[in-house]
């Protein structure tokens, strides 16, 4: 049998399309830096930055840019062979401002619908997602059929087995007109209820769809909003015990700038600051934190050491621009937790074949950088 994977991530999956301007308005920027982007991409390139043996599951359209992700993934070393094309929907495509050090609006086309919500059931490799160490899913997958029936029929398949980590990943433009996180069913059903055939209705309540994944895994990391999603509560402490109520061993509940805190069943609890960065792009410093909070439980290290370690990671991210081609190698984070801080003038690795390319030949203006004593996630 092939050796299991350290990390095997399932969900979102696009071309992000960031300004190499950053304080102006979308409408004014001319110049723009193409980069693979996607959540549960993004944190398998973060792993596999950190030496992590890595895989996503996803779907891309057939097009020029399913081709450009594919050649990225490859190039930053993370396995492609479940990235499955769909002939009828295009690639995504994401666009943002960036107006340092707490302004990133994105801008998702993915209409009429994303490929990566077109993952059925009957395409998973269940043995691979059963031997992986760890099996990353997050809550946009859940937002339709037939991924919704797909990530829960491959947390069934885990069986609480390894490591399996929730990420809320509340996006409520991605859900039906009129989901709500606790509304009632549609048509009366019972709240989570399937529909013959097992597959879940399209409008079936975020909360309920939430909590059949949460008695599945084993880790749940998320926001205060995304918690309050989830669970119903958004002061973190208690944002903790629901999650552990919920069936989690760990939760993991991000407070912006009062830092992370994390609570094991157990009774173990680490409560970090967050590491002072300048920020450029607060975007993708969760996905950051999400591949090395990977690594660190991989690692086997104590909670604290862990979530100081991926704190630092997200850190770094805040402080690039791109996502995917700036998350940070083992030594960086290192130099960073020696440092207290993400140095100013701490560049992105760029490596020779780095997948990102400039669309326009229109000079750039430099970056701005306003300084903040935080990292987003």
Not at 112 to 121: G, Q, T, V
Not at 204 to 227: F, I, M, Q, S, W
Request: proline fraction near 10%; charge should be negative; include cysteine.
């Amino acid at each position: 049998m092939p050796e299991p994977y350290d990390v095997i991530t399932m969900g979102r999956i696009g071309v992000d399309l960031y300004p190499l301007r950053t304080g102006v308005p979308l409408a004014q920027v001319d110049t723009f830096g193409k980069f693979l982007g996607g959540s549960a991409t993004n944190v398998a390139v973060a792993a596999a930055r950190l030496g992590r043996r890595t895989a996503v599951i996803t779907r891309t359209g057939r097009d020029p840019f399913g081709d450009y992700l594919h050649q990225a993934l490859r190039e930053f070393e993370v396995d492609d062979r479940w990235v499955t094309a769909v002939d009828e929907y295009p690639t995504p495509v994401t666009f943002c401002e960036v107006f340092p050090p707490d302004d990133f609006p994105l801008y998702f086309y993915r209409l009429p619908k994303a490929p990566d919500l077109e993952i059925r059931p009957d395409e998973l490799d269940l043995d691979a997602i059963r031997s992986a160490r760890i099996f990353w899913m997050t809550g946009t997958g859940l937002c339709a059929e037939p991924s919704r029936t797909a990530t829960l029929a491959a947390l069934e398949a885990r069986g609480k087995s390894g490591i399996t980590v929730f990420d809320l990943d509340w996006r409520p433009m991605f859900w039906p007109d009129g989901a709500e996180p606790n509304g009632a069913e549609p048509n009366g059903a019972e709240p989570g209820g399937a529909e013959p055939g097992g597959a879940e209705p399209d409008g079936a309540e975020p909360r309920a769809v939430y909590a059949r994944a949460l008695r599945h895994a084993t880790v749940a990391v998320g926001n205060l909003d995304e918690c309050e999603v989830a669970v119903g509560e958004r002061e973190p402490h208690a944002a903790a015990r629901a999650l552990l109520a919920a069936g989690v061993e760990l939760a993991v509940v991000k407070q912006g700038p009062k830092g992370v805190l994390a609570v094991h069943r157990d009774g173990t609890r680490a409560e970090v600051p967050p590491v002072p960065v300048d920020v450029v792009n607060g975007l993708g410093a969760g996905d950051a934190f999400g591949g090395a909070l990977c690594h660190g439980l991989l690692a086997g290290w104590d909670l604290e050491r862990v979530m100081r370690y991926a704190n630092a990671a997200g850190a770094i991210v805040a402080g690039r621009l791109a996502c995917s081609s700036a998350m940070p190698y083992d030594d960086e984070v290192a130099r960073t937790l020696a440092d207290g801080r993400v140095p100013a003038e701490d560049p992105p690795p760029e490596p020779p074949t780095a997948p990102s390319t400039t669309l326009s030949t229109t000079p750039s203006t430099p970056r701005s950088s306003a300084r903040s004593p935080e990292a987003l996630s």
